[in-house]
């Protein structure tokens, strides 16, 4: 097991970056959504002050 995490020398080359891409495909779908209920709210916010 230890020789599969090191990698023959490389792992932590290997292991740094699947886990950058975790994080930017992680960012890829929460900031979108984050994002959204923003503009929402927002929207929301317009159509309130627009019926008054």
Do not use: C
């Not at 490389?10 to 900031?31: F, K």
């Amino acid at each position: 097991m230890n020789e599969f995490l090191h990698m023959g020398g490389y792992g932590g080359y290997i292991w740094s970056a699947y886990a950058i891409t975790a994080v930017m495909l992680a960012l890829s779908i929460v900031l979108p959504i984050m994002h959204g209920k923003k503009t929402r709210k927002r929207i929301e916010h317009i159509l309130e002050q627009e019926q008054d």
